[in-house]
């Protein structure tokens, strides 16, 4: 940060990780490696099949490829903050670069779906890393006003990342092949490894506040340990595994969802009461961060929910293929990347509410637009409505992230940046797991409505057949053909009915939780950002 700061608003500027260079550099390079985990959350949804192919394995084992690395995440995010704290910024920030950079060599040799799990896992704990610890440097290199800008920076690469994923993986995987879209993050987390090593500083605060916390040994919360690894581990599997496996019918989810619970429950009474804890629960008495942090989890819910509908629905109704379904996808980050300055601009000088509560209006509004497809919209459909959602994740992410750290004390900042993750990808994880429950649900009720109205009574339906059958002479019996025919429109149909029904549903959750944001605690006098202490 610049010579001569001052503190504001609680910031300390001698905790900047800019040293003597510019913080917007240390913006770009520590973004780098953060966009390359983000990425790998979705780059290898679209290469399941040829995965499949190539290690001789059902498309169903595939999916251990993504579970894996979802589960190995959701344990490492919210011990990052501690992990920060007791090794070192920087030291974690540079560890987890090289593991999840080794991971990813690993993954592009792997000779079989063991190994290349393994090689997830590792990945999913080197990643888990990233994200949390940019957030904290970007929160302690940038006083309150500024922060805005910076975490606009953040949001192009956490908001855009899950995007071009989809988009990046089907291009590698049709022109190269699925080895590489592991392979190509070796270089860029090299570069990334030795820019970080370079240029980002541990400013002298953070090793004395380090040693501090060390004074008289490291102290580990073991039982937070393995209430995360079971909690979090376990409740992953049941949201990824649940629709595969028929949720409670399924005796595995049932035993996954009964850990996972006791362990939630267990964590939060240790958390709670540990004087040294590897998550800090008590930050939840600050009202604005447990309302900050649970917007957080509203957007991870709309930008992954959506982000795997729409290309879903793309590809299941009007027969995309994953790339096609993935470049429809792309005008959404387009339109982001365009909203962001604007976003990070308005962060630091206008009240949040004004743009939270706009922002979700407006994802509801496009939301209520995409119940309006039919089966036989166009490409320019499918981007337009993109567009119209992308737009306004800027505005929920950026203030979100701008003001989640007001009120904290900059000590707190490596556990609060820990828990927003974690609340990000668990509301990414329930928007996905929803979505696909409830399109199972709705495309039965959808399709057994629409067969209700197929019968003998309805002289719609024996007109069609007349006509049917007609068009079809001499193809055998025409009447079979007819029925056949019919039937398959009736499903596309019924599919496409229940994607509308979920774009519905989660525009319904969108309106329930804006007034959270009218909750927010404002300075008096004006201004942009909420404020208050710590709660006591």
């Not at 790998?40 to 084992?61: C, E, F, K, R, Y």
Request: glycine share 10%.
């Amino acid at each position: 940060m610049a010579k001569g700061a001052k503190a504001q608003d609680g910031w300390d500027p001698s905790r900047s990780a800019a040293g003597p260079y510019s913080p917007w550099l240390i913006v770009g390079i520590i973004s780098v490696p953060t966009f390359m985990e983000v990425l790998d959350t979705s780059i290898a949804n679209v290469s399941l099949d040829h995965i499949a192919g190539g290690l001789s394995i059902t498309t169903d084992q595939a999916t251990w490829v993504l579970t894996s690395y979802l589960v190995a995440n959701a344990i490492i995010i919210p011990m990052s903050g501690w992990l920060s704290d007791a090794i070192g910024r920087k030291r974690y920030f540079l560890f987890s670069i090289a593991l999840f950079t080794l991971a990813s060599f690993l993954c592009g040799i792997a000779p079989n779906l063991t190994t290349l799990v393994i090689a997830r896992v590792l990945q999913g704990v080197g990643g888990g890393g990233l994200a949390p610890v940019e957030q904290s440097i970007l929160a302690d290199t940038f006083p309150p006003k500024q922060r805005g800008m910076a975490f606009a920076a953040f949001a192009i690469v956490v908001v855009v990342g899950p995007v071009l994923g989809p988009t990046l993986g089907g291009l590698i995987t049709e022109h190269a092949s699925w080895h590489w879209i592991f392979l190509i993050n070796v270089p860029i987390g090299i570069l990334a490894f030795f820019l970080a090593e370079i240029f980002v500083d541990e400013p002298e605060q953070v090793r004395k506040d380090r040693a501090s916390k060390l004074k008289g040994g490291l102290k580990i919360d073991y039982w937070g340990v393995i209430f995360i690894v079971l909690g979090l581990g376990f409740l992953e599997l049941t949201f990824d595994r649940g629709e595969r496996e028929d949720w409670f019918s399924s005796p595995f989810i049932v035993g996954a969802a009964t850990i996972s619970a006791v362990s939630l429950v267990a964590l939060v009474i240790r958390e709670v009461m540990a004087k040294d804890p590897i998550v800090d629960l008590k930050l939840l008495g600050n009202r604005n961060f447990a309302i900050t942090i649970s917007l957080m989890a509203l957007t991870g819910m709309i930008l992954f929910g959506t982000t795997q509908l729409i290309p879903q629905m793309l590809q299941q109704v009007l027969g995309y293929s994953a790339l096609d379904a993935g470049l429809a996808m792309t005008a959404g980050g387009i339109g982001t990347l365009v909203a962001v300055p604007f976003a990070g601009w308005l962060s630091g000088k206008a009240d949040v509410r004004f743009l939270l509560f706009p922002a979700l209006i407006s994802q509801a509004a496009a939301l209520w637009y995409m119940t309006g497809f039919t089966a036989d919209i166009s490409f320019a459909d499918a981007a337009t409505a993109r567009l119209f959602q992308s737009v306004a994740l800027p505005f929920l992410f950026v203030p979100i992230n701008a003001v989640a750290y007001v009120g904290l004390k900059q000590t707190q900042t490596a556990q609060a940046s820990s828990l927003l993750n974690v609340f990000r990808n668990l509301g990414g994880t329930i928007g996905i797991s929803a979505a696909q429950t409830l399109l199972a649900s709705h495309r039965q009720t959808e399709q057994s409505v629409l067969v209700d109205g197929l019968s003998g009574l309805n002289p719609n339906y024996n007109d069609w057949l007349a006509q049917a059958g007609a068009a079809f002479a001499g193809t055998g019996d025409p009447t079979t053909t007819s029925l056949a025919v019919l039937y398959s429109q009736v499903q596309r149909q019924a599919t496409m009915l229940g994607f509308l029904d979920v774009f519905r549903n989660l525009m319904v959750v969108v309106l329930v939780c804006a007034p959270l944001v009218l909750l927010l605690k404002v300075k008096k006098g004006g201004g942009g950002a909420p404020g208050g202490g710590m709660a006591h």
